[in-house]
């Protein structure tokens, strides 16, 4: 069992940046694909980025690229999402989520096993 907990909950205006954290409990988290997801008010859950077990192979929405920037530290049990150039459209409940069968990142998140609570990331015009 993974347990996920994220970290970063942001009240922001456009164009500003912000960092969400996700830890991890378990001596695994280095075997496990990490992931975040984001789901709007109204709207379904969606991919944002995912990142391997070594940190090597990322892949992000097209929504995201070249703002956002998914990064590990397996030390620290923590994966993080640097989100840079923020915009409205960005406000959403953000979710970690741990896949521990496969081995490269995914956009899929029937993949996933395990999911955090969630943390509100809020955009302002």
């Known amino acids: 069992q993974v347990q996920l907990v994220e970290s970063g909950v942001g009240l922001v205006q456009a164009g500003d940046s912000l960092r969400l954290s996700c830890a991890a409990s378990?001596?695994?988290?280095?075997?496990?694909?990490m992931g975040w997801f984001r789901q709007a008010p109204g709207k379904e859950r969606e991919f944002a980025a995912a990142?391997?077990?070594?940190?090597?192979?990322?892949d992000y929405a097209d929504s995201v690229k070249g703002r956002f920037t998914i990064s590990r530290d397996n030390a620290r049990n923590t994966v993080y999402l640097q989100m840079n150039s923020l915009k409205p459209e960005d406000t959403a409940v953000y979710y970690c989520?741990?896949?521990?069968?496969?081995?490269?990142?995914?956009?899929?998140?029937?993949?996933?096993?395990?999911w955090g609570q969630g943390t509100q990331v809020t955009v302002s015009s």
């Open positions: 989520a741990a896949d521990e069968k496969h081995h490269t990142p995914s956009s899929g998140y029937v993949k996933y096993d395990y």
């Open positions: 378990g001596r695994t988290f280095n075997s496990y694909v």
């Open positions: 990142i391997s077990y070594s940190g090597s192979i990322t």
